[in-house]
């Protein structure tokens, strides 16, 4: 079997992975064939064929080319009036921002709404049904209304939240890595750091997690005696948090674009208007990163100037920015920005997980063993329980062989498997150990 | 050929026969023949989308697109017996006019509306999951008389005369599509540093 065909096999594999998820949220198959054998599918048009069809698509396209240049999304799947409100039409992409105590929402006229209190998101896209909401700091109440095709997929710092009808709230504190999943209604899929392979929140569960500490905790609602208001808002008894959030969560410095000022605490302010987008280089480019953008987060640094960047920019941006450099293969942009991290923030957790990829790359790019044992050592130093321990310390084993510092390596075999004696070096270090050098 | 609309009362029954049976069963316009066809082949025909078009096409209307022009057309199956290629045919065809028609929207500055972002795979790592979009943007690169024939070989894996059919090419030609195709892949592959490692990556049972 040649390398070409391995390939291949790898790339299939993926697909058959992508496919497997998508088909736990949405049915493929069972949507196209209601589409194709309905009263009202395309089918009722008689003589007219796909093809001449397909013109007319075409030439309803162009005529809505100069709504395009507006900047207004009006694709053929979202005139179906999901967006409007109050008559004024949402722009998808636009950054919603709330102060803190302030509440803004975004309702869809299937009745799903989205409810920002204090932080900042955006949907970064719609098509029909099928929603992706990035909240980049606050919490938000997300009330999904369910159809045979709602699929919205809900990014939260590194979480992801898959739904198909339930209501929930989900917070994200960047600056302490903190999370939490509150879920009020109906049951959603979770995935992210500590839950790679996902776990199911059920109504009346709060899931949350400290990231830094590799901490996270599942607890039931019902013992508290949380509830929904009869309004239909969400809210805890007493408007208030638990004492976990208090203690993890920094208000969130954000700007309302409300020229009138700040309502009062609690008040919901609903989007009577457009709401513009600010300035595309201010907290965008971790959400850009997850919208596939790399390149784009990599070209505005280099219009800003990597040292205004490295000097200038919070820390999230310029986490973002070794990610997308790292991706788009720029390494040396990806390697100077963790090591700007570790200069500027030093001490905090991001310095530390910038010394693990440091390591990472140092020994996967470069293979400088020795470069890469040191970077290594220095977030387990920094972090010894961190969320890359395990991998750092498996990775340490590897760069040590491979220097032929046999003592060393066994050393870090031995580390290795007194924590993580299934972890996948597992074998490696028990080779290690009894191998004599 | 008339589409009848269908009458929201009916019931569907299961077609019994095999693909000759339905090939007929299709072209007389007899009842249920189409859902049929639909039940039988749709995660096939999906299968063929994704791997000529990638992950981030809307799927859902690629493949009705593929199975309107396949009940408006199925006068030209010619032979029942191969009607699963006849199927990877049109199905090959549908993506050729969506990279045509796509192609001819890129000065927009929005991504087409064919295009949705890719559902984010838990436990993927973005590496193998930027990997794969490197693959489809150096497919976006190669002329379509390679691209199809090598996606449908190197990435589904399909038999060669497969391929030919899906294709409506001879044997031969696809064979010679498939070499330059993999060679220009090859190449184009040279500038994304990701696909290196994977095309690098050792092959079980190969010696170091």
């Known amino acids: 079997m040649n390398r070409i065909t391995v390939f291949g096999g790898a790339v299939r594999d993926y697909q058959d992975t992508i496919l497997k998820e998508r088909d736990r949220y949405t049915d493929d198959i069972s949507m196209v064939r209601t589409r194709l054998f309905s009263d009202e599918s395309i089918s009722s048009l008689g003589n007219a064929s796909p093809r001449r069809w397909s013109r007319l698509g075409i030439g309803a396209l162009a005529s809505g080319v100069a709504m395009v240049v507006l900047g207004w999304l009006v694709w053929p799947g979202a005139t179906d009036g999901m967006n409007k409100h109050s008559g004024t039409h949402f722009r998808i992409d636009n950054w919603v921002q709330a102060a803190a105590g302030e509440t803004r929402e975004i309702a869809f006229d299937d009745g799903s709404v989205v409810r920002l209190e204090g932080g900042s998101g955006r949907i970064v896209s719609q098509q029909k049904r099928r929603v992706r909401y990035v909240l980049e700091r606050g919490t938000a109440t997300v009330q999904v209304v369910h159809h045979s095709d709602t699929q919205w997929v809900v990014s939260v710092g590194p979480y992801q939240v898959n739904v198909v009808g339930t209501v929930f709230e989900v917070t994200w504190r960047p600056e302490s890595q903190y999370f939490r999943l509150v879920l009020w209604e109906g049951a959603v899929d979770l995935y992210g750091p500590m839950i790679e392979a996902g776990r199911k929140i059920n109504s009346a569960e709060r899931f949350e997690a400290w990231i830094t500490d590799g901490r996270v905790s599942i607890s039931s609602l019902e013992k508290e005696g949380t509830r929904k208001d009869s309004d239909g808002s969400v809210s805890v008894d007493g408007g208030d948090r638990t004492a976990n959030d208090k203690a993890a969560a920094r208000p969130p410095v954000v700007e309302s674009d409300d020229p009138g000022g700040r309502t009062g605490r609690g008040d919901s302010v609903v989007v009577k208007k457009t709401v513009t987008a600010p300035d595309d280089h201010v907290l965008s480019w971790s959400a850009m990163n997850k919208n596939g953008q790399f390149q784009e987060v990599v070209s505005q640094a280099e219009a800003e100037g990597f040292a205004h960047v490295w000097t200038a920019r919070p820390v999230e941006d310029i986490l973002a920015l070794a990610d997308a450099a790292r991706l788009v293969q720029r390494l040396p942009v990806s390697m100077e920005a963790y090591q700007w991290i570790r200069k500027r923030f030093g001490g905090t957790v991001y310095a530390s997980n910038a010394a693990f990829e440091l390591g990472r790359m140092t020994l996967d790019r470069h293979r400088d063993y020795e470069g890469a044992a040191s970077w290594l050592e220095l977030y387990l130093n920094e972090r010894p329980t961190g969320p890359f321990a395990r991998e750092a310390l498996g990775r340490l084993m590897e760069s040590r062989q491979q220097m032929g510092d046999g003592a060393g390596a066994a050393a870090a075999a031995h580390r290795y498997l007194e924590s993580f004696p299934d972890g996948p070096h597992g074998e490696l270090a028990r080779t290690l150990i009894f191998v004599k050098h | ?208």
Request: aromatic content about 6%.
């Open chain 2, 1 to 208: 050929m008339t589409i009848v609309g269908q009458h929201k009362n009916r019931v569907s029954v299961p077609f019994i026969g095999d693909d000759e049976a339905l090939a007929r069963a299709l072209q007389s316009n007899q009842p249920g023949a189409r859902e049929a066809l639909y039940d039988r082949y749709a995660t096939h025909v999906r299968r063929v989308l994704v791997r000529t078009l990638g992950t981030t096409v809307d799927i859902q209307d690629r493949l009705h697109d593929v199975f309107l022009e396949v009940f408006n057309s199925s006068s030209g199956i010619r032979d029942g017996a191969k009607l699963k290629g006849w199927l990877s045919r049109v199905t090959v065809f549908t993506a050729i006019a969506h990279i045509r028609r796509r192609s001819k929207r890129r000065w927009l500055v929005y991504s087409a509306p064919e295009e949705v972002p890719e559902m984010a795979v838990p436990a993927m790592d973005n590496e193998k999951r930027q990997a794969v979009r490197d693959v489809y943007a150096i497919l976006e690169k190669m002329p379509i008389k390679e691209r199809m024939p090598f996606a449908l070989r190197v990435i589904d894996g399909m038999s060669l005369q497969d391929v030919a059919d899906a294709c409506d090419i001879s044997l031969a030609t696809v064979k010679r599509r498939i070499s330059k195709g993999r060679l220009r892949f090859e190449t184009l592959a040279g500038k994304y540093p990701l696909l290196q490692d994977m095309l690098r990556a050792d092959v079980p049972g190969r010696q170091q």
